[in-house]
């Protein structure tokens, strides 16, 4: 007689957890969590008029460079997340693969990027909100409106996951139809500069005084955030059917998606824009809506602003779900502050209590909006330290391999490729961490002052010097080691 394979609940539990989220969620669900938070809108956005002005038409090379080397970390996810289906991926696979203080170190450098991530989302949402309304908005109601945009989402999540789920699948459903039209009418029917245009920096390195290589590099710094977020296909890992299955399609199908539409309308808005030497002049500072709205009519300007709120929506609910699920992992081990609070779960089985934790820190970080350097300051930050986690457990899984103290005992196993790939995304990742925080003039508006210059470097040594001070006097990694003792381990690949 054929063994049934465990169940979702007994994977959970062998693993050392009960179930206590909902597991509702189907493949398109799970994908929809990962396709929110890396958004093809959101990531253009981010990264477009930098890009641009930095390196003109060119700039677009950048993002299939960093497609490929986030596809390289996707292929250690994957094989971690078939082996380890857990909410709060980087802390709960780096605990089975390194040392507890390394592991806790990686969580948190993780949850607090996630959480900052959502500040700056918020923050980069609320000027459209008056660009709906035609109002020009002051320093202090961009901070209001952001914190407002904050709590509504925050209310949505605390309804658990089916919910979050509908208005997720809603507003990718819509941002995904409109990227792709977007994309593909401004590359057939708009063009107004040939192909050339993608080999040329216009004049870029006379501008901003950097050219060539190191222009270049520039833009890959920058181009990486485009293609984050697809660990959200992890956070939902407990609330997902078949986890062990399901999550790593979702990861691939999400990051494979999002980055085909981000290079379509790279290209799209490039070859359409009227004047692409404004951009790296300086005298657009949107060149996404200036080569939609130049193309289709000002009638486009509001459904165009309409899309672009509804991306954004849909972005910030999945990360603040992502970062819940990922304090709520920390918590229920007991090696967070105020864990008994925020491990919590509500009655429609949301994490209620690391919710409220993510929503009050992000908005904690609110009020640097009302100083336009510190803010820049913060989303520099962002980025640099969701790198991190990144280069620190894919660095943890090579040595593990290496050392032959970890195989892939899921159900994606690259086998003998899995070894070359890890050590490729330890390069891309760790060349990324390196890149994006080298303190460059080039990345910081005009007259930046010097803080926002060395932001990378002061807010990953702030929130990594707090962590090792939590370390050291409250010893979380002495529970993780206590827990790790009493749980009985499953022989390598029962669980497959």
């Given at each position: 007689m054929?063994?049934?394979p465990?169940?979702d609940?007994?994977?959970?539990?062998?693993l050392g957890y009960?179930q206590e989220?909902r597991?509702?969620l189907?493949?398109?669900?799970n994908?929809?969590?990962?396709f929110?938070v890396?958004?093809?809108?959101v990531?253009?956005y981010a990264?477009?008029q930098v890009g641009?002005?930095?390196?003109?038409?060119?700039?677009?090379?950048?993002l299939?460079?960093?497609?490929?080397?986030?596809?390289?970390?996707?292929?250690?996810?994957?094989?971690l997340a078939?082996q380890?289906?857990?909410a709060g991926?980087a802390?709960?696979w780096?605990?089975?693969?390194?040392?507890?203080?390394?592991?806790?170190?990686?969580?948190w450098?993780w949850q607090?990027?996630?959480m900052?991530?959502?500040?700056?989302?918020a923050?980069?949402a609320s000027?459209w909100?008056f660009?709906?309304l035609?109002?020009t908005?002051?320093?202090?109601q961009?901070?209001l409106?952001?914190?407002a945009?904050?709590l509504?989402?925050?209310l949505?999540?605390?309804y658990?996951?089916?919910i979050?789920r509908?208005f997720?699948?809603?507003?990718?459903?819509?941002?995904?139809v409109?990227s792709v039209?977007?994309?593909?009418?401004?590359?057939l029917f708009?063009?107004?500069?040939?192909?050339?245009?993608l080999?040329?920096?216009?004049?870029?390195?006379?501008?901003t005084g950097?050219?060539?290589?190191?222009?270049?590099?520039?833009v890959v710094a920058?181009?990486?955030?485009a293609?984050?977020g697809?660990?959200?296909?992890?956070s939902?890992a407990?609330?997902t059917?078949d986890?062990?299955?399901?999550v790593p399609?979702?990861m691939?199908y999400a990051l494979?998606?999002?980055?085909a539409?981000?290079?379509?309308?790279?290209?799209?808005?490039a070859l359409a824009h009227?004047d692409?030497a404004?951009v790296v002049?300086g005298r657009?500072l949107?060149?996404?809506?200036?080569a939609?709205?130049?193309?289709?009519?000002?009638?486009?300007?509001?459904?165009?602003v309409?899309v672009v709120?509804v991306s954004?929506?849909?972005?910030?609910?999945?990360?603040?779900g992502?970062?819940?699920?990922g304090l709520?992992s920390?918590a229920r081990?007991g090696?967070?502050?105020?864990?008994?609070?925020?491990?919590?779960?509500?009655?429609?089985q949301?994490?209620?209590?690391g919710l409220?934790?993510?929503?009050?820190?992000?908005c904690?970080a609110?009020?640097?909006?009302?100083?336009s350097?510190?803010?820049?300051?913060?989303?520099?930050?962002?980025s640099a330290?969701?790198?991190?986690?990144?280069?620190?457990l894919t660095?943890?899984?090579?040595v593990?391999r290496v050392?032959?103290?970890?195989?892939?005992a899921?159900q994606?196993?690259?086998?003998r490729?899995?070894t070359?790939?890890?050590a490729?995304a330890?390069l891309?990742?760790g060349?990324e961490?390196?890149?994006i925080?080298?303190?460059r003039?080039?990345l910081?508006p005009?007259?930046?002052p010097?803080?926002?210059?060395w932001?990378?470097?002061?807010?990953?040594g702030?929130?990594?010097?707090?962590?090792v001070g939590?370390?050291l006097?409250?010893?979380?990694q002495?529970?993780?080691a206590?827990?790790?003792r009493?749980t009985?381990?499953?022989?390598?690949?029962?669980?497959?």
């Amino acid at each position: 007689m054929t063994e049934l394979p465990p169940s979702d609940s007994e994977r959970l539990a062998a693993l050392g957890y009960r179930q206590e989220l909902r597991r509702s969620l189907g493949i398109l669900g799970n994908i929809a969590m990962g396709f929110a938070v890396v958004s093809p809108v959101v990531g253009l956005y981010a990264v477009a008029q930098v890009g641009m002005s930095i390196d003109g038409g060119a700039w677009v090379w950048a993002l299939p460079i960093c497609l490929l080397g986030q596809a390289l970390v996707v292929c250690v996810y994957a094989e971690l997340a078939s082996q380890w289906p857990l909410a709060g991926g980087a802390y709960q696979w780096t605990r089975r693969l390194a040392n507890p203080s390394f592991a806790w170190l990686s969580g948190w450098l993780w949850q607090f990027a996630v959480m900052f991530a959502n500040t700056t989302v918020a923050y980069l949402a609320s000027p459209w909100v008056f660009a709906l309304l035609d109002v020009t908005p002051t320093a202090t109601q961009l901070v209001l409106v952001s914190a407002a945009f904050t709590l509504l989402c925050a209310l949505v999540n605390a309804y658990g996951i089916t919910i979050l789920r509908w208005f997720v699948s809603l507003g990718i459903g819509a941002e995904a139809v409109a990227s792709v039209l977007v994309g593909v009418s401004l590359l057939l029917f708009c063009r107004k500069h040939g192909f050339g245009l993608l080999t040329d920096t216009l004049g870029a390195g006379k501008v901003t005084g950097t050219g060539g290589a190191l222009a270049f590099l520039a833009v890959v710094a920058v181009g990486g955030w485009a293609f984050i977020g697809f660990d959200a296909c992890v956070s939902t890992a407990e609330e997902t059917r078949d986890a062990g299955r399901q999550v790593p399609r979702a990861m691939w199908y999400a990051l494979l998606s999002v980055g085909a539409a981000v290079i379509l309308n790279a290209v799209g808005v490039a070859l359409a824009h009227p004047d692409p030497a404004a951009v790296v002049a300086g005298r657009d500072l949107d060149p996404v809506t200036t080569a939609v709205t130049s193309s289709f009519g000002d009638w486009s300007a509001k459904p165009f602003v309409v899309v672009v709120l509804v991306s954004f929506t849909a972005c910030l609910m999945a990360s603040q779900g992502g970062a819940a699920r990922g304090l709520y992992s920390l918590a229920r081990d007991g090696v967070f502050p105020c864990s008994a609070q925020v491990r919590k779960v509500n009655r429609h089985q949301a994490p209620i209590g690391g919710l409220v934790a993510a929503t009050l820190i992000s908005c904690a970080a609110l009020p640097l909006g009302l100083k336009s350097a510190a803010m820049g300051s913060l989303i520099t930050f962002g980025s640099a330290a969701t790198f991190l986690p990144f280069f620190l457990l894919t660095l943890a899984a090579l040595v593990a391999r290496v050392r032959g103290s970890w195989r892939p005992a899921g159900q994606v196993d690259y086998g003998r490729w899995g070894t070359a790939l890890n050590a490729l995304a330890v390069l891309w990742t760790g060349g990324e961490v390196i890149n994006i925080c080298w303190p460059r003039t080039l990345l910081a508006p005009p007259g930046a002052p010097w803080y926002q210059v060395w932001a990378a470097l002061l807010g990953v040594g702030t929130v990594t010097l707090i962590g090792v001070g939590y370390l050291l006097v409250k010893r979380p990694q002495d529970r993780m080691a206590a827990a790790d003792r009493a749980t009985t381990e499953q022989p390598e690949g029962a669980l497959t």
